[in-house]
């Protein structure tokens, strides 16, 4: 807020928030900047008539969030459509933002199946509803992935909603709020389908800061057995930087060797990824793991082992908080059917980042 109010609209940075649409987005072309409102609109002081203090019709439209709690300005209602439908945004990602209404579909269910060709029981089962269950988490991520998180252009005089810590509600045009409304506001929101719209000036670059969850899969290759499999990849975790992040990774894999006996292998590992190379929207990094590898193969039976590894990773970003990713792995675990030698193994997977 420290721009001068006519140029506070040139470029805000804007989180979308999920929900239903009440309405279309207004198009936003080139017309003559709109006269300012009379100057009753502005905020009015504490004992003003028409605070509000109800939550705003249900609807769609987008967020401003502030890293502190304030004292809302409360004008009197404005004419106009809405609020917004679905949860808040978990958090606010910078010191203030501003959210575009309207959520994508969530992608279609999939239908669960057999992983690899492993036939053990009621182990395969448990991890195929657990791979199952995971790939639904990931549908249902990447719409928060894909939501829009980046810059728009909006007249000053465009109404945002406010809301104090109290939780109570009211509206002051982007022009009239001071640094003192914002130290003082919880949750600022302000709507696509209101007023004079809001221009998307282009999606911010890839964050990875905060919590997240990944998913991949492909194949795995084991010398010791001379066989192939399916391999599954599912992490979460935490990067408090863009560059650096530890994650917690289970790697389930399963097939059979040239003799059709089956194996399965899962690692439990803690994960430590580092990113720092990027070059436009592609991402090159390395990570290293240790934990324990579970095997089950006709050889030498069921045991588990120590293990460690690296490898890899490329990703490419589709928004501010989606990417693809693949990655190549190299683990060797003390899981000889002797018991006491290493046995290599290695996978390549590809799939979905969210942060």
Known sequence: MSLPPEQRGESVHVVQRLGRRRSDAIEVGQPSAPPPPPPEYGPPGPAAEGYVEN??????????????????????????????????????????????????????????????????????????????????????????????????????????????????????????????????????????????????????????????????VGTLHSPALAADGVAADIQFGYFPHRMVGIVADWSPAGGSDVRGNSFYRHNLALAAQVFPLSVWRLHLGGFAHGGVVYADDTPGGSRNGAAFGGGGMLELALTARLALMARFDYTTAKVAPSGEGWQGADSLVAGIAVY
């Open 55 to 216: 939550e705003p019709p249900a609807g769609v439209g987008m967020g401003i969030t502030a890293a502190s709690v304030p004292q809302a300005p409360s004008p009197p209602p404005r004419a106009g459509g809405g609020g917004w439908v679905g949860p808040p945004v978990s958090g606010p990602r910078g010191p203030a933002a501003v959210v575009p209404a309207g959520a994508a579909s969530p992608a279609p269910r999939p239908t669960a199946g057999n992983f690899g060709k492993v036939s053990h029981g009621s182990k395969d089962s448990v991890t195929a509803l657990l791979i199952v269950f995971a790939v639904l988490a990931t549908l249902g991520l990447i719409a928060e992935g894909v939501r829009y998180d980046g810059t728009v252009a909006m007249y000053p005089w465009q109404g945002i909603h406010l809301k104090d810590s109290a939780g109570r509600e009211g509206e002051a045009p982007l022009v009239q709020i001071t640094p003192t409304d914002v130290a003082a506001t919880s949750e600022a929101v302000v709507m696509d389908d209101e007023g004079w719209g809001l221009r998307r000036l282009g999606r911010a670059p890839l964050d990875r800061r905060g919590f997240t969850w990944k998913m991949s």
